[in-house]
């Protein structure tokens, strides 16, 4: 099994009598929430990030007040819904991250309708969350917006951004002002945007 804290992916080793989508022998990966109520306005609108009884899969509890351990922990309880097949041949080192920084920056992606080609969106910041970004946003015209000239050659070379600004360049950022479709932030402080 290989975990990482909160992004855990290794072999399903049991399923209880209501699991129709898994087997055990799976391969399976877990993000950060292994459980949520099902009852209220957000998990009936399948948003149960929002749930105010989601269990996490790390520092939390179980419904039987056992504490939770991630990826830490030899073996983990998680409702079905908050599991996913690991395809046969993927390198678990490689899903791993796609639990939580791949649905990060999917998640908005998916949820406004931005899956179609040939939108032109912008990535801000280029750390985890950003590398992520520029590569769930392929087949779209992609800008990487970062602090400093620092990444260019990455952003370009290695993860295929379409174009690279630099935030504090004043006349970049005029210029690129009303010709987004979106804007996916990933940077973990305020940038501001305006020129």
């Known amino acids: ?3 990482s804290k ?3 992916v290794g072999e399903l080793v049991e399923v209880g009598s209501d699991v129709s989508k898994f087997r055990a022998g799976d391969m399976v990966g877990v993000g950060y929430i292994i459980g949520c109520c099902r009852n209220c306005h957000p998990c009936k609108n399948d948003i149960p990030q929002y749930c105010n009884k989601t269990i996490l899969s790390l520092n939390d509890v179980y419904t039987d007040d056992k504490p939770t351990q991630g990826g830490f922990a030899s ?3 998680v409702d079905q819904k908050f599991v996913v097949k690991i395809p046969d041949g993927t390198d678990p080192e490689q ?3 796609l639990l939580c920084a791949g649905v990060t920056v999917y998640s908005p992606l998916n949820h406004f309708g931005l899956k ?3 939108l032109r969106g912008e990535i801000l910041g280029l750390g985890g969350l950003g590398h992520m970004g520029v590569k ?3 087949g779209h015209h992609v ?3 970062s602090s400093s000239n620092k990444k260019r050659e990455e952003a370009f070379d290695h993860l295929g951004a379409d ?3 630099v935030s504090s360049d004043a006349t970049q950022m005029q210029e690129m002002a009303d010709t987004l479709d979106y804007s996916i932030h990933t940077a973990p402080v305020f940038d501001p945007l305006e020129p």
């Open 95 to 97: 899903a791993a991250p």
């Open 1 to 3: 099994m290989f975990t």
């Open 116 to 118: 179609q080609s040939g």
């Open 163 to 165: 174009e690279y600004l």
């Open 143 to 145: 800008t990487v917006i």
């Open 136 to 138: 769930m946003a392929m």
């Open 6 to 8: 909160h992004e855990v």
């Open 75 to 77: 073996a983990m309880v």
